[in-house]
Structures are given as C-alpha cells and as structure tokens.
C-alpha cells in the first residue's frame, strides 16, 4: 500500500530567487529587449526617443567590443541586436545604456512633479524606469537574424504606429534604406547577410 510522505516544509535558502543569465555564444549575434516599468508607454514622448537614441550612440562609442547590427525604440521597450566581440560585453553595454538614461529622466520627472511618478514606484518607493529582472536577451544564429531584424522594423507598422518601416523615425530601418541617413548609430553592415531590401 502507498503512503503518500508529507512534503518538507519549505525553505527559500534551499531555492534561490532566479537570476537571468546571460549565457552568450562565441561569434552570434545577441537581441536584447528592454521593456518598462510594468510595461508602460513611457516612450510616449518623441523627445524620450530621441535622447534615448543619442545615449544609444554614445555608449556604442564608448563599448567599441559592442556593435551594433539593427534597433527599434516602441512605446513600451526597445530592441536592439548586437553583436559583442568579447564574451563579457553584453553585462556593461547594458549597465551603461539603461542607468545612466534613467537617472536622467527619473531626475527630469521628479524636478517637474511628473503625473506618472506614482506608478513607477515600487514597494519600498524607489522609482523605476525599467522593468527589473534583466529584460530578454538571447543567441541570434544563422538565419535567425534575418528574421529578427525584419521582425523589429516591422514592428511600429504592427503597433499602428506607421505605415511603412522607413516612416518610424525612431529604427535602423532608415539607415537600412538609405546607409547615408546619420539619423541614427552606425550600423555593422558587414555583420549582416546581403538581405538589405528584405529587412526594410
């Protein structure tokens, strides 16, 4: 006869809170996705966009182990495919693109009383741009990458957001269209397979 045991009692010591790993492989591309604070639009204002695609720049300068192959700026994440050529890239790309960005607007909302503070507070009262936990990062391999970029640029067009990929300001689907347009951070073409008028 089976008698059932009485599960032990539970003990989070035993069970560490998960941490996201960011488990890369050597010689792939990485999309990362950063979404906000409980997924608010908080990238509603153009100007938001625009200061985040110059942080965006700037940080490429200073990482020249991170390039940069395709990105999108939404209302509520961004996306971005990189390609890191050293294994522990990714970690400080991230920490100097997204803190330094949201002390800047976190500090521009407090000076101006903003109307969304109070949902960007958590329990203890620290207030957040971000959504915690990491965001999404994962391999890009072989043709994979074809489709993540065409997947990003067509996104504002899935959203409602435009009509036609090169309409979005805020993407490299425009420097894709024309290499020329500045309108945005340099793009690794040599990274990317020979698609280009696919991927727009």
């Keep these: 006869m ?18 996201l790993k960011r488990l890369g492989v050597e010689g792939t591309a990485r999309f990362l996705t950063c ?30 182990h991170v390039r940069l192959i395709s990105w999108v700026v939404m209302p509520d994440h961004v996306h971005l495919i990189v390609f890191p ?10 920490k100097r ?7 800047q607007v976190l500090n521009r909302w407090q000076k101006l009383n903003a109307s969304v503070l109070p949902r960007l507070r958590d329990k203890s ?20 990458l074809i489709e993540k970029i065409c997947y ?6 899935e959203r409602g957001l435009a009509k036609t990929t090169v309409e979005w ?25 020979d698609h280009r008028g696919d991927l727009i």
């Design 2 to 19: 089976y008698l059932p045991v009485a599960p032990e009692p539970f003990d989070p010591k035993r069970y560490p809170k998960k941490q």
């Design 35 to 64: 979404s906000c604070f409980h997924k608010l639009p908080l990238f509603n204002n153009d100007k938001i966009k625009d200061r985040f695609v110059q942080h965006l720049g700037k940080v490429l300068l200073r990482q020249p």
């Design 85 to 94: 050529e050293l294994p522990d890239a990714i970690p400080s790309f991230l």
């Design 97 to 103: 693109l997204k803190h330094p960005f949201s002390r």
């Design 125 to 144: 009262g620290e207030h957040h741009f971000w959504q915690s936990g990491g965001g999404y990062d994962r391999n890009v391999i072989g043709d994979e």
């Design 152 to 157: 990003m640029h067509k996104n504002p067009i």
């Design 169 to 193: 300001k805020w993407s490299s689907a425009r420097t894709y269209f024309n290499p020329d347009d500045l309108a945005g951070p340099p793009i690794a073409f040599d990274l990317v397979p």
